[in-house]
């Protein structure tokens, strides 16, 4: 392969029409921020085939857990709160199975939004259920969503000195978008803080040990031709991570 483009896998969900007809997919933000960062991006569609599952983890350098539904509680031994909003059983099977085989392989794994949260879950975390119920002066952490503008720079968070995040967007304040309302609580073993808001919410995790493990709880996708030119660096970095990994 080698200094050829790596795959990263896009693990997608299922989209309902007026005429409720499902389709396989994803953002298409994602995708685009996968090629612009170097990559190529390839759909592992949700399926309760182990063997097509197995087959598409194979061919891929890395991984990225993207935005979308809440995820089920009861994977991280909580009842439902009130303000659980609608769940994926076969997605939330599909993507905790392939986060801790990625992480058991050091296989480098990149969540965004629900994306963050699946990965803490998946080795051993717990979630927020609800941000305005369970976090006493929290912010508004779905303002990108009411203004209707998945760009808009809504909060700074403030990025852990020394880390790798740190190394590709720079420690301390950040402008990021929002469009949460559910974020990590309790960390997952092997796993640190890499950024929280201003109220305390995590809002970016890594991996402790080998193998690169990051999720962000912002949209950096929607951020390429922002204000804020910095999160374009967390893609590109990413990508020459997977295929630095792949070189070895």
Not at 35 to 45: A, D, F, M, S
Not at 74 to 97: C, F, N, S
Not at 192 to 207: N, Q
Request: aromatic share 4%; with cysteine; hydrophobic share 45%.
């Amino acid at each position: 392969m080698g200094d050829s483009r790596p795959i990263i896998g896009v693990v997608g969900s299922h989209f309902s029409f007026p005429d409720q007809s499902l389709v396989a997919g994803c953002r298409p933000a994602y995708l685009a921020a996968v090629e612009r960062g170097g990559g190529v991006p390839t759909l592992i569609h949700l399926t309760d085939d182990a063997e097509v599952l197995d087959v598409l983890y194979r061919r891929i350098d890395g991984i990225l857990f993207v935005g979308g539904d809440d995820i089920d509680p009861a994977h991280y031994g909580a009842a439902p709160h009130p303000q659980l909003g609608q769940i994926e059983p076969l997605r939330d099977t599909v993507e905790l199975a392939l986060a801790r085989r990625a992480a058991a392989d050091a296989l480098p794994m990149l969540g965004i939004c629900r994306g963050v949260q699946l990965i803490n879950v998946a080795l051993g975390g717990t979630l927020i259920q609800d941000i305005p119920s369970d976090v006493p002066g929290a912010a508004d952490h779905r303002e990108s969503v009411w203004r209707g503008a998945r760009e808009h720079l809504a909060h700074t968070i403030d990025v852990v000195p020394d880390t790798w995040l740190a190394r590709q967007v720079g420690a301390g304040a950040l402008p990021a978008n929002t469009l949460h309302h559910q974020a990590v609580d309790a960390l997952a073993p092997g796993l640190r803080c890499a950024a929280r808001a201003p109220d305390g919410v995590i809002e970016a995790i890594e991996g402790a040990g080998p193998g690169l493990i990051v999720g962000v709880q912002c949209h950096p996708e929607h951020l390429w031709n922002a204000t804020e030119p910095r999160w374009t660096a967390l893609f590109t970095a990413f990508v020459a991570e997977v295929r630095a990994r792949r070189g070895q």
